[in-house]
């Protein structure tokens, strides 16, 4: 059972940025499994903020984050980034990343944009923006 780990969260003030991190443990073949970043705020349902394929080769992301988020995996580290960019409040929520076991549907390869397409969750990284 592979073991999901983010970090980089923290207190920013708007128009900062911030790298989040999501080490993935306990995996032989991290570099199998599309990935995604969810966040969650408070009272709020949990949302799609990116994805990206297993090789890295295709990314999804939500149309709140676009052109200032990025995200992107070094698979020689098992690792999974969030680059944020020009953070709002509205972006405070606790990010969490996720991996799906199936990298390839009917031939195609996935860039899963549902939580309920994946497998395995991190505990979460609290990102607070202050105005």
């Known amino acids: 059972q592979p073991r999901l780990v983010e970090s980089g969260g923290g207190l920013v003030q708007a128009g900062d940025s911030l790298r989040l991190s999501c080490l993935v443990e306990?995996?032989?073949?991290?570099?199998?499994?599309?990935m995604g970043w969810f966040r969650q705020a408070p009272g709020k349902e949990r949302e799609f903020v990116a994805a990206?394929?297993?090789?890295?080769?295709?990314?999804e992301y939500a149309d709140s984050v676009k052109g200032e988020f990025f995200i992107s995996r070094d698979n020689t580290k098992s690792t999974l980034f969030l680059q944020m960019n020009n953070l709002k409040p509205e972006d405070t929520a606790v990010y969490y990343c996720?991996?799906?076991?199936?990298?390839?549907?009917?031939?195609?390869?996935?860039?899963?944009?549902?939580?309920?397409?994946?497998?395995?969750w991190g505990q979460g990284t609290q990102v607070t923006v202050s105005s």
């Open positions: 996720a991996a799906r076991r199936d990298a390839v549907v009917r031939g195609v390869s996935v860039v899963p944009v549902s939580a309920s397409e994946y497998d395995y």
């Open positions: 990206i394929s297993w090789d890295g080769g295709s990314s």
């Open positions: 306990s995996v032989r073949f991290f570099s199998s499994y599309p």
